[in-house]
């Protein structure tokens, strides 16, 4: 079926259940519709994986589909992604790689496998055309702003190039390139994601400017050698994205040249304070009757689901709050910023949270 054809059986099914609404009450239309197809439901939202790309050896991009209820998102900006892995239902943030001037209604994601992991090893290796994935709306800060400044600075690592690439496709989209410069790093120039488009680019867009570094010959890109590749970088407005380390830097640098307001930097992960990391102790996970010994570092998250807790989660970073847990005895560390925390019946975000001694929450 083409994919005109199936917008209008979309457009068709959805006008027929505005109307017969009155019909099916208790039950609502959109339950039926939901069971025809995942995409028609309002309630939950979803997206039909239409296409898988493989960029890497260990990542690919998957054109989704959104179903009912998807706004437009702007450049940079991530959302939530949820699969059946095993029959749990796991969720993680990935950021849209596509310009959101695309107007065939679809969007991408990048994703690189990390090993070990549950969900990127599941999306790059085993999902294919046609798999229904849970979605959330996009959100985020890591957008470009308008009117977009006249001179930027990318510097990227890894997958980190995700949120960037969905920018540039979106100004050689909007045909009016400031002058760019990208600093990417990978491992080697095959395992650079989106390496040919990069490349292609940089030789044909005149204002576009493109840096690889190679880290398996050599050493990790340094914000040091910034000055030198980009001698009026503190003139730029700068986002950057990849490792922990390599954010933290940029933040130290920026802020020590005086211009922290230039700086703009999306973790994938969560940055942990130095100082965390003291004494945990036992969790009672007590809606589900479990309970394990914690250390003072893992987050009470990873806890639970390594003791077979069905714990809620989305971002896994602090921005969600789709992983709190009501407090009922202990205290809790936050791992953002070594803070000590936790008042009988508190909310604690488990992603970001760890055991400061004996803890009981409700999950
Ligand atoms: C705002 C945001 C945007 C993101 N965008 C992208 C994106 O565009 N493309 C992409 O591939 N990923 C992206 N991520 C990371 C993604 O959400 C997952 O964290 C990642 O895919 C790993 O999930 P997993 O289930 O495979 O690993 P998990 O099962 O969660 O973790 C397995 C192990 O890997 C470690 N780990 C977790 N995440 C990473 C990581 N990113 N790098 C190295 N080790 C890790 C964990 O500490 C753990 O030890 C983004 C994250 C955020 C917060
Ligand atoms: S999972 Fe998003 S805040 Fe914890």
New binding site residues.
């Given amino acids: 079926m083409t994919a005109l054809a199936r917008t209008r059986i979309d457009e068709v099914a959805l006008r027929l259940a505005d109307t017969v609404a009155w019909l099916t009450t208790p039950l609502l239309p959109d339950d039926y519709l939901g069971l025809i197809n995942p995409l028609w439901s309002s309630r939950k939202l979803r997206g039909r994986v239409e296409a898988v790309q493989p960029e890497t050896n260990d990542?690919v991009s998957l054109t989704v589909r959104p179903g009912r209820g998807w706004i437009a998102h702007r450049a940079g900006q991530?959302i939530g992604?949820g699969v059946d892995v095993d029959g749990v239902r796991?969720w993680?943030?990935?950021?849209?790689?596509s310009a959101p001037e695309c107007a065939d209604g679809r969007v991408t994601?990048?994703?690189?496998?990390?090993?070990?992991?549950?969900?990127?090893?599941?999306?790059v290796h085993r999902t294919k055309p046609g798999t229904v994935i849970g979605l959330t709306r996009p959100e985020?800060r890591?957008v470009l702003p308008q009117p977009v400044p006249s001179r930027l600075l990318f510097v990227t690592a890894?997958?980190?190039i995700?949120?960037v690439m969905g920018m540039l496709r979106s100004l050689v989209w909007s045909g009016e390139m400031p002058d760019v410069i990208l600093l990417h790093s990978a491992p080697t120039r095959e395992e650079v994601i989106f390496g040919a488009e990069l490349r292609r680019l940089a030789s044909q867009v005149p204002n576009l400017r493109l840096h690889e570094h190679y880290t398996r010959s050599g050493c990790r890109l340094s914000l040091a050698q910034v000055p030198d590749l980009v001698p009026d970088w503190c003139r730029r407005g700068v986002w950057v994205?990849g490792?922990t380390a390599m954010l933290q830097e940029a933040e130290t640098r920026w802020r020590e040249a005086g211009i922290p307001d230039r700086l703009h930097v999306?973790?994938?992960?969560?940055a942990v304070a130095a100082s965390t990391g003291g004494a945990g102790g036992r969790v009672r996970f007590l809606s589900s009757g479990q309970r394990a010994d914690a250390d003072g570092a893992t987050p009470l998250l990873?806890v639970g689901e390594d003791a077979g807790v069905l714990m809620p989660s989305g971002?896994?970073?602090g921005?969600c709050y789709s992983c709190t847990g009501r407090l009922r005895s202990g205290r809790v560390r936050d791992l953002r910023s070594g803070r000590e925390y936790g008042e009988e019946g508190e909310l604690v975000q488990t992603c970001v949270s760890a055991a400061a001694g004996p803890v009981e929450i409700e999950l």
């Fill in positions: 990542a991530f992604v796991h993680r943030t990935y950021s849209l790689s994601i990048t994703v690189k496998a990390v090993p070990g992991g549950i969900v990127s090893p599941y999306l985020g890591f890894g997958s980190g995700t949120p994205c490792p999306e973790h994938f992960r969560p990873v971002c896994r970073m921005i």
